[in-house]
T-cell receptor, first 114, second 116 residues
Framework: QQQVKQSPQSLIVQKGGISIINCAYE??????FPWYQQFPGKGPALLIAIRPDVSEKKEGRFTISFNKSAKQFSLHIMDSQPGDSATYFC?????????????FGKGITLSVRP | GAVVSQHPSWVICKSGTSVKIECRSL??????MFWYRQFPKQSLMLMATSNEGSKATYEQGVEKDKFLINHASLTLSTLTVTSAHPEDSSFYICSARESFSNEKLFFGSGTQLSVL
């Protein structure tokens, strides 16, 4: 059973446009939801994260929207740039506990056309 | 953000040899480190979780005698792929967390292992 599902599988956006990536989760005990960005041959880098007590969080061009009742959260990249072309993973975890571990989505490949 | 250094970034070895990958937290003490495996264009698959000074906890289906994990200090964890075979070829990534109460995970840059 896939606990964290991402959509779409791939995304092509024009430079300056808005990239929107969605994520749905199953486990209502999850209380930490990060997004990671990964370039080819590199490890993932934490972009932005949210907890269920807020519905939106913005950091620069990146915004997370969170819908607890729908068990969904999304990443919005405003003014998308070619340098944003990468693979994006959503993830979820229970934040407490020594061994709380992230469950990752399958990832989506974003291509921003110049 | 915190820096996690992983070394080597790539390694090629002959079948039957063992390979050691190091993961270091450079500017914080990592109480917990995680090891992942990633195949091309796929997600990260958690292999094991290690806490400093104790035995690693392996995910179902991961051979603990094949993938030896040592977390001897708060800044260093190692993954040793023993008697490597071509099917072990993969991208291995470590991550580290500063404390039990801090959910933020910081990742190393990964190690591409190719077994001939």
């Amino acid at each position: 059973q896939q606990q964290v599902k991402q959509s779409p599988q791939s995304l092509i956006v024009q430079k300056g446009g808005i990239s929107i990536i969605n994520c749905a989760y199953e486990n209502t005990a999850f209380d930490y939801f990060p997004w990671y960005q990964q370039f080819p041959g590199k490890g993932p880098a934490l972009l932005i994260a949210i907890r269920p007590d807020v519905s939106e969080k913005k950091e620069g061009r990146f915004t997370i929207s969170f819908n607890k009742s729908a068990k969904q959260f999304s990443l919005h990249i405003m003014d998308s740039q070619p340098g944003d072309s990468a693979t994006y993973f959503c993830a979820a975890s229970m934040s407490s506990g020594a061994n709380s571990k992230l469950t990752f989505g399958k990832g989506i490949t974003l291509s921003v056309r110049p | 953000g915190a820096v996690v250094s992983q070394h080597p970034s790539w390694v090629i070895c002959k079948s039957g040899t063992s390979v050691k990958i190091e993961c270091r937290s450079l500017d914080f003490q990592a109480t917990t480190m995680f090891w992942y495996r990633q195949f091309p264009k796929q997600s990260l698959m958690l292999m094991a979780t290690s806490n400093e000074g104790s035995k690693a906890t392996y995910e179902q289906g991961v051979e603990k005698d094949k993938f030896l994990i040592n977390h001897a200090s708060l800044t260093l964890s190692t993954l040793t792929v023993t008697s490597a075979h071509p099917e072990d070829s993969s991208f291995y990534i470590c991550s580290a967390r500063e404390s039990f109460s801090n959910e933020k995970l910081f990742f190393g840059s990964g190690t591409q292992l190719s077994v001939l």
